[in-house]
């Protein structure tokens, strides 16, 4: 696939794409969330499109592991402002989230796209998308962020996420969900110890769900922290070097925090091919 619609936009995947986090927490993991400070959201939100990001992902319910589900209201109020706000800068939204109430609302205040980590498995969750013309990314997570760090466990981890992957587009194409809509995620540090993560991270060229394109997020995480022992603040040089090897595997859209210094490498990266 390489023409990604999602709302009014469509997006070329001849070359990666870059989606700059905004995260409206004030518990996100990599200590960059905004909080209840739609300002200080807003103005992130605008660095992340002057570095050069081509989606603006928007996320209020922190899933770090260990993290507590916050309500549908809450959710709605941090968003709702900065949402009315960045959906007029004629770049894709993207709104994350796995609540239907939530994606409801996102959609009617401009968001162009809803990035499920929960892999549409709320009951109401694909009937509400099969409605609109937004984008989705599906991702799988073992568990919920409150626990699926504790002990996670699978046969054949590439298998059962691809396993569940399909389920999950089959569904959405019997809803009447266009497949060039739709976008995966492997889920990396969500339900997956560091040998699973591994095991995902090799396995990304081959595993293929209906030729859809993989979106990855692997920016600042444990995973990384694992691999280096730095800090979470001292990780942007190894999440550019996973990034890379992401696209090399085949990665179409990269989620990041550093949007100017990953789309720096990708020019270099293009540049020596």
């Known amino acids: 696939m390489s023409i990604f619609f999602c709302g009014p936009y469509s997006l070329s995947l001849e070359h990666p794409l870059l989606m700059g986090i905004v995260n409206l927490t004030p518990d996100s993991f ?3 969330g905004c909080g209840a400070n739609s300002h200080l959201a ?12 081509d989606i603006l992902d928007v996320g209020a319910e922190s899933s770090r592991p260990g993290a507590l589900p916050v309500s549908e209201e809450e959710e709605m109020r941090r968003l709702r ?23 409801t609302m996102a959609l009617d205040e401009g968001a162009a796209m809803i990035n499920d980590i929960g892999g549409l498995t709320h009951p109401q969750a694909i009937s509400v998308l099969a409605e609109r013309n937004c984008g989705i990314c599906i ?6 962020p409150g626990t699926m760090q504790q002990a996670p466990s699978y046969g054949n981890v590439v298998a059962e996420v691809q396993e569940f992957l ?26 997956k110890s560091m040998e699973h993560n591994f095991e995902l ?18 920016s600042r995480k444990s995973l990384l922290g694992g691999i280096t022992g730095r800090a979470i603040g001292d ?39």
């Open 30 to 32: 990599s200590g960059d």
């Open 42 to 53: 807003i103005e992130h939100a605008r660095q992340q499109l002057d570095e050069g990001a």
């Open 81 to 103: 402002p900065v949402l009315r706000e960045i959906a007029r800068w004629g770049v894709p939204i993207s709104v994350d989230t796995y609540k239907p109430s939530v994606m």
């Open 139 to 144: 991702m799988h997570m073992q568990g919920a």
């Open 166 to 191: 399909a389920g999950r587009v089959a569904a959405c194409m019997e809803a009447g969900i266009a497949i060039d809509r739709l976008l995966l995620d492997p889920g990396f540090g969500f339900g």
């Open 201 to 218: 991270f090799r396995a990304l060229t081959a595993m293929n769900v209906n030729d859809l394109p993989w979106l990855v997020g692997v």
């Open 235 to 273: 990780r942007m040089p190894a999440s550019i070097a996973a990034a890379m090897l992401a696209v090399q595997k085949g990665a179409k859209i990269l989620r990041v925090h550093d949007v100017g210094a990953t789309r720096d490498a990708l020019a270099v990266l293009a540049a020596f091919k």
